[in-house]
């Protein structure tokens, strides 16, 4: 050990020295590799938790998202199925009243057709039965619905109807006249009212009213004759026998305890016919009614 010398002496220490550093080098390295392990494994369960959390978020976003598309689906679906329940129950609703409409038609052109065919069984009887029988066709016509006719159709029956009256109506009213001038009053009242139910023209009916009402009151029946003398009196102011008539409907109000229509009878007449040759039948009426006065008073006024 003496001969070692200072030289050699300091190559040493500085050999223990560079392997003291070396040593404690080594153990700070290997400080810092367990410290960077010891980190690497926090890092790595922190990465875990973290790649779980995405995990979770991730199937949390897609369930919401199939939630959200579920519920859009189901939200158009039921948009859809009402838009689509609408539409049909409109289309049905059309349909409804498209074959609501068909039957209708289909009602109306029947009731179209039997009318047409009723119709040809009218314009037949008023045209091929003989005589007077030709009647029933007008009757059937009364009976018979003209609004289901065609314009055409109508005025036909009409024409032939108004034809048919004046044809076999002239030979019944004739008829009546003629039972009339033979003072024959039953068979006038039979005629005459046959007459008047055949809806002849107004002025041939007033005509007939006059021989009619005189038939009632030469029948003594004045209630029917009241009825068809005012129709006459009412219905012709111009008439040649209307003062005649007037006499016997003022006589009818009297018998049947009509006085005051009497006397208003009276009171027309007189003053409507000043020289009619019944003036003095209104007067004496009135004169009954009203005996203070002077029996002359109404006629002074020819």
């Given at each position: 050990?003496?001969?070692?010398?200072?030289?050699?002496?300091?190559?040493?220490?500085?050999?223990?020295?560079?392997?003291?550093?070396?040593?404690?080098?080594?153990?700070?390295?290997?400080?810092?590799?367990?410290?960077?392990?010891?980190?690497?494994?926090?890092?790595?369960?922190?990465?875990?938790?973290?790649?779980?959390?995405t995990w979770f978020s991730t199937g949390a976003a897609y369930v919401l998202f199939s939630a959200l598309c579920v519920g859009g689906v189901i939200v158009i679906s039921n948009a859809r199925a009402s838009a689509a329940n609408a539409e049909r129950e409109r289309?049905?609703?059309?349909?409804?009243?498209?074959?609501?409409?068909?039957?209708?038609?289909?009602?109306?052109?029947?009731?179209?057709?039997?009318?047409?065919?009723?119709?040809?069984?009218v314009y037949r009887q008023m045209t091929t039965l003989p005589g007077e029988e030709r009647l029933k066709g007008i009757d059937?016509?009364?009976?018979?619905?003209?609004t289901k006719l065609a314009p055409f159709s109508k005025l036909v029956l009409q024409d032939r109807a108004v034809l048919l009256r004046k044809e076999v109506g002239g030979a019944v009213l004739e008829k009546g006249k003629s039972a009339f001038r033979r003072q024959d009053w039953g068979e006038t009242i039979n005629q005459l009212n046959r007459f008047l139910t055949m809806?002849?023209?107004?002025?041939?009916?007033?005509?007939?009213?006059?021989?009619?009402?005189?038939?009632?009151?030469?029948?003594?029946?004045?209630?029917?004759?009241?009825k068809h003398l005012t129709r006459f009196a009412d219905g012709d102011k111009r008439a040649k026998l209307r003062d005649f008539a007037m006499?016997?409907?003022?006589?009818s109000y009297d018998m049947t305890g009509g006085k005051e229509q009497a006397v208003a009878i009276a009171k027309e007449a007189l003053a409507t016919y000043p020289s009619s040759d019944f003036r003095m039948q209104f007067v004496s009426r009135l004169q009954r009614t009203v005996p203070s006065q002077p029996a002359a008073a109404p006629a002074q006024n020819p």
């Open positions: 050990m003496a001969d070692i010398t200072p030289e050699l002496t300091k190559v040493l220490e500085d050999i223990r020295r560079e392997v003291v550093e070396s040593r404690n080098m080594t153990i700070k390295t290997d400080n810092a590799l367990k410290l960077l392990h010891a980190e690497l494994k926090t890092v790595s369960t922190q990465q875990d938790a973290f790649q779980k959390r289309l049905e609703k059309q349909v409804g009243e498209l074959n609501a409409t068909i039957d209708k038609l289909k009602s109306e052109a029947a009731a179209s057709l039997a009318a047409e065919q009723s119709a040809l069984q059937a016509l009364s009976k018979l619905d003209q809806d002849p023209l107004p002025e041939d009916a007033i005509d007939a009213s006059f021989y009619l009402g005189n038939a009632y009151f030469q029948s003594r029946k004045f209630d029917e004759a009241i006499v016997m409907l003022m006589q």
